[in-house]
Structures are given as structure tokens and as C-alpha cells.
């Protein structure tokens, strides 16, 4: 089975985790307990898998077991669109031979490549759902609280917590997962997550961590369209927000930087915008020396700035 999967990642504090759940339960929905998750993620020892942008795993439910490749999409700051391929499987096997021949780049040796694959890392995790209505849509709302577990074989294992909420589109309106997110954002704790469970498992094999932020260009292109100018300073946001996060002290230099160019883009529309009240608090926010990563970065102001800038795009890209 494949589908094109919509979803918005959103970390969240362990603390924030009990009224996000009760505003869950007041919408109209369909109620899940908790499972259990396992899943095995494999890779060859060149990375080819990751070279073409793809993730594979199998996951472990209840006694069934899933195949699932990821192909190459697209992440606007937490939105994630990306193919997905899903095949059961009776046992926890690999067979590349099940997924449609057109995923793969022409000439792939199928054979060749899954004796190449090994398990590369692996997540843990409790999953607790909804399936919500809200407006016009059908929204899968997941809460995940588990780890990654990474077999390293110069450092140990090495792991890495798993505690967030995914908005995923079944049917309806992309717009209304914003609308719904910037409901939640109610409460300080969130914050849009733009890696993956796969991406994160990857950093962890592979050592990646944020030890020097990219220099941000002194100046942007202006007269480019406003669906290619706001992608990019949505990403520039999100790479100094994570360097912040990880103690980089330009992280911070970035972000007010950043934060000016959102005022300058929207200064420049004719349209008035119901952000400029925020982007003023945010500015003056990390104007203060003291401000720290952790509080500015998962407060309410912080997602609800980004999910108004993320559902301006989509409507001016309609």
C-alpha cells in the first residue's frame, strides 16, 4: 500500500504532556490505548539507502510486522511530506521484492542490495492515538514516548529519548493540521520537530551533533517569490533553533537575525498579517541575556509565530 504521508512532528516536555492530552479528548475523536512499537531500521554499510533519501524499517505490533519504505519529500520546518510504501509481512524478514519496481533508481540490483542491508539502529516506543475530527479533516494524532537505540560499534550503544506528538492528514485539508496544531500550542512545551525518529537514529550511529552553525547569508535575495524566500528562512530558523538547543551561543545571533528578515518579508506584503504582535515579543525575548534556549524555544509564542508563518505559505501557494 502507498500513500504520500502529511504529518507535523511536534517534540514535547514531559511535563506538558498531560493537558495536551485532555484538549485531545475534548475534540471529537476515536481513542487508541497505548502500544508498544518496536521498529529495526537497516542500512548498507555505504549509506546508499540514506544517499537516496530514503528510510526502510520493519515494525513490530502485537505479533504483526509492517515493511515500510520512506522515499524522498519534502519538510517545511516540522511538516513533513513524504512517499511511503507499507507491506505486511508474516515474519520480521526483509524482501525488497514486495515494494513496487518503481520506487527503486533504474538498474537496481534488488538482490545485491538487501544482502548488503544490515540493522542499523532501532526505536522503542509507547504509542498512544486519536483520530480526531476537526473541520473539514480527519487528523491522526499520535503521542510517542520510547527510545532510540543505537548499536555504535567505535562508541557503545548510544540512545536518545523519543517524547512527541504527530499530526498526521488522513483525509481533509492540509490547513486544518496547522489550525489543530496552533490549538494545542495553547501551553508552553511544543515545538515543531523537523528530523525524523530515522534522521535522529541516523546522528546517533553516525556521532552527528551540532558542533558549528553554517554562517546565515548577510542578505536574501528579495526579489524572489514568496513561496521560495519563506521556505528558506522557515529552514534557516529551524538549523539556528536546533544549534541554540544544542548550547551553541550563535544559534541565538541567528535567530534574531532570522526574526528580522520575517519582519522585513512581512513588511513588504499588502496584506496585514496577525504575527507582527508576535514577532515583537520574540525579538524582544531573545534581546534578553538571560533568555534561555529551553524556556523561548518550547514557549507558546514560539510554535504559534511558525505555524501562522507555515499556513501563510500554504495559502499563498494554493
Known sequence: MSSVEIELKLSVKPDAIPAVRQQLFQFPHDYTSPQHLTNIYFETPDNQLRRWDMGLRIRGFDGHYEMTIKTAGKVISGLHQRPEFNIPLPQPQLNLALFPAHIWPENTDLAYLQAQLTELFSTNFNR???????????????????????????????????????????????????????????????????????????????????????????????????????????????????????GLPEGKTGLVQVLQWIITLTARQTECLPILDLLAELMAALSINSSEAETLCYSASWLQCKLALMQWLLIQSR
Do not use: M
Open 128 to 246: 498512544e492515538k486519536w483520530l480526531v475530527t476537526y473541520e473539514e479533516s480527519e487528523i491522526e494524532v499520535v503521542l510517542d514516548q520510547g527510545t532510540i537505540l543505537s548499536g555504535n560499534k567505535d562508541s557503545g550503544d548510544q540512545t536518545s529519548p523519543i517524547c512527541e506528538f504527530e499530526l498526521e492528514l488522513k483525509s481533509g485539508n492540509i490547513i486544518d493540521i496547522l489550525s489543530l496544531a496552533n490549538k494545542l500550542a495553547s501551553q508552553n512545551g511544543l515545538r515543531l520537530a523537523n528530523k525524523s525518529k530515522a534522521a535522529r537514529g541516523y546522528a546517533l550511529v553516525h556521532g552527528l551533533s551540532h558542533k558549528t552553525l553554517p554562517k546565515l547569508p548577510k542578505e536574501l535575495e528579495w526579489q524572489q517569490p514568496l513561496s521560495v524566500l519563506l521556505p528558506e528562512i522557515l529552514a534557516q530558523w529551524q538549523e539556528q533553533e536546533e544549534g541554540w538547543l544544542a
